[in-house]
């Protein structure tokens, strides 16, 4: 990014208005947005699909698991070709393979196919397009102040809600209207139209110089050889872990109170909290330094998880789920906004899929411990948020070092 005269921040009404009217920034975060809609999607039709074609429910969930982890894993190995290569290589390789995967895993019967289907549903996750990493690649070159730049990625987070809201949605509309099997359709089209109206942007097209010297220097472990990039991840994880908890945590509150709404509403109130402070974190310019608004964030997530397991009634508990969520989309705002001078340059696209490998990891994790039935799951949210907070104030001195000098 262009180093620019520090200008007094607009009208805060009128950012996001002007910031959207900038050219491709429109096109690329719908396309984001469009894009990483199946990922949304899958787990949620493959529990639909396994389960109409006569398949147990741990078979489904095991499906939808693996999903999950592959999607995980696989975002480093995309960001690193994302780095070397640039988007449309990354993007197109993914896209197409994933794509055909979907379809494939449609037109079987995961019943009396399961190996095979169990084959597709990793390799459709593990070829994600790495759509966020993507575009946190461009997003510095096209933006030219620091405050846009802000205000996108705040946008791009903000944005991230909108997919868990609208994917699952997707997939119940698409369910009753064509049948479990058309959803995994459904998540193929999309993922190829959100990609394809992402590469159609021109920063996405233009031809790719790799940094030569960044991957001479690296290591096979990316860009976690840092202190700096190895804190955000462990505190990324920490945060999934809250996060899948936090799931746990409401399916045994519908339990407890024999309302089976209390699952969707109190996941749905933490993504309204979510997309709201986003959207007011990048509304504005914050003073202090980067690790100060990591801790900040870190400490409101963890204040935000202590009100909602205080709520006295489920009301109020669903009301205080948009707590802990006000203050994660600036977490992770933050966290991509530091990678610029925590990682080498030309290793923004692995560390950023590296964070989102985290953070999805960090989920799964919450998740299995949450359901051990060892300790209850609010216990582990608020011990996933403590994690986060207490790795960001330990490690803030890593946190404010430029990669060259860690």
Not at 146 to 166: G, K, M
Not at 337 to 349: E, F, K, M, Q, W
Not at 357 to 376: F, K
Request: proline content about 8%.
């Amino acid at each position: 990014m262009t180093t620019h005269p520090v200008l007094d921040p607009p009208v805060a009404p009128a950012r996001y208005r002007t910031l959207l009217a900038a050219p491709h920034i429109a096109r690329l975060l719908t396309g984001a947005i469009v894009g990483h809609l199946p990922v949304a999607m899958a787990p949620l039709a493959l529990l639909q699909v396994v389960r109409a074609d006569g398949g147990s429910l741990t078979t489904a969930s095991l499906l939808a698991a693996l999903y999950g982890l592959g999607a995980a894993l696989g975002q480093p190995i995309w960001g690193r070709v994302l780095d070397r290569h640039g988007p449309a290589r990354a993007l197109l390789t993914t896209c197409g393979t994933s794509t055909l995967a979907f379809t494939a895993l449609a037109c079987l019967s995961t019943d009396h196919q399961l190996a095979v289907a169990t084959v597709l549903t990793v390799v459709a996750a593990v070829f994600t397009p790495p759509l966020e990493a993507a575009a946190r690649v461009l997003w510095p070159k096209v933006t030219t102040t620091e405050d846009e730049f802000r205000a996108v990625l705040s946008l791009d987070a903000s944005a991230q809600e909108v997919v868990f809201i609208a994917g699952p949605l997707l997939v119940l509309g698409t369910s009753a209207a064509a049948g479990p099997h058309a959803t995994l359709f459904a998540a193929a089209l999309i993922g190829i139209a959100g990609t394809l109206a992402f590469l159609t942007a021109p920063p996405a097209r233009t031809r790719h110089i790799p940094d030569r010297g960044a991957m001479a220097r690296g290591s096979w472990l990316g860009p976690l050889y840092a202190p700096g990039p190895r804190a955000l991840a462990l505190a990324l994880l920490g945060a999934g872990v809250a996060l899948g908890a936090l799931n746990v945590a409401a399916l045994e509150l519908a339990d407890a109170h024999a309302s089976p709404a209390l699952a969707t509403l109190i996941p749905a109130a933490l993504a309204v909290g979510s997309l709201t402070g986003g959207l007011v974190y990048g509304r504005r310019r914050w003073p202090g330094p980067a690790w100060a608004h990591l801790l900040t964030a870190s400490c409101g997530l963890l204040s935000g998880l202590v009100l909602f397991t205080a709520g006295p009634s489920p009301a109020l508990t669903v009301l205080a789920a948009v707590a802990p969520g006000m203050f994660l989309a600036p977490l992770l705002v933050m966290v991509f906004a530091s990678l610029d001078h925590l990682t080498l340059p030309g290793t923004v696209g692995e560390a950023a899929a590296t964070m989102i490998a985290c953070l999805g990891l960090g989920q799964a994790a919450g998740t299995a411990l949450a359901g051990a039935d060892t300790v209850t799951p609010t216990t582990i949210a608020l011990m996933g948020g403590a994690a986060t907070c207490l790795t960001v104030a330990a490690r803030r001195r890593s946190l404010a070092e430029p990669a060259q000098h860690a």
